[in-house]
């Protein structure tokens, strides 16, 4: 149910609980089978509710401390210290220990930024159009105006979404990106966001050793992710869930179990 795919992460940040969920182990049926956490996608609301309490539980999170947004595809960034349930974000910023901040996807990326020494925690839903929009500039300036961090020491993790050879794109969409962005594969024009996400942030300072890369496309691993490039728009959607400090020994035994 749980991914937790940055084991470097523990040497860096112990103290940073990030998780994704895979689409296995929930109760939802068809398209949506079986861990949707997405509402208003289609899915039975009583199996979403039924999916989102057993991560929740599992991950010993308490409904009230959590920040979401319904995300637009823009780069806006809220500043965060309670849990709440916001409109027209696509990312939060918390320096506050238990506030777990989820982003929702199903082929765009979930970024996380975490600097160690300010323990400051920015998470970011990333797709073409809110990378175009800048959400990783503004994701970085508020590392530095807000927290205070110097990039140096600051830690990307980079979880499931769509690799650059599932995402062909139009000519149009395509020269909204830099060259390094843009990929010819059988001739058709594609786009590596994850490629342009990455060179955003060693543009803007962070060390390249600091940036984890889950390296799993949700497009090419139906069996544990949803994609809705290749599900055509009728699918679910997984959670990145990340906070500072967690309930002692947890990450153990989930990844034990
Ligand atoms: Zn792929």
Redesign the pocket.
Known sequence: MLIGFFPSLMALAPELCLFTTSRLGGKSCGAFESLNLGENIGDDPRAVRENRSKVLSTLKISPDRIVSSNQSHGSRIAVVERGAKLKGFDGFATGKSGIATIVSTADCYPVILYSPPERALISLHVGRRGAKAGIIDNAVKLMKDVFKADLRYSIAAIGPG??Y??YSVSRGEGMEFPASARKMVDGSLHLDIKAFIIQSLVMRGLDNKNIIDSNL?T??TPQLFYSYRRDRGCTGRHWTIALIDRPWGMRERLLDG
């Open positions: 769509i690799c050879r599932c496309c497009s090419c």
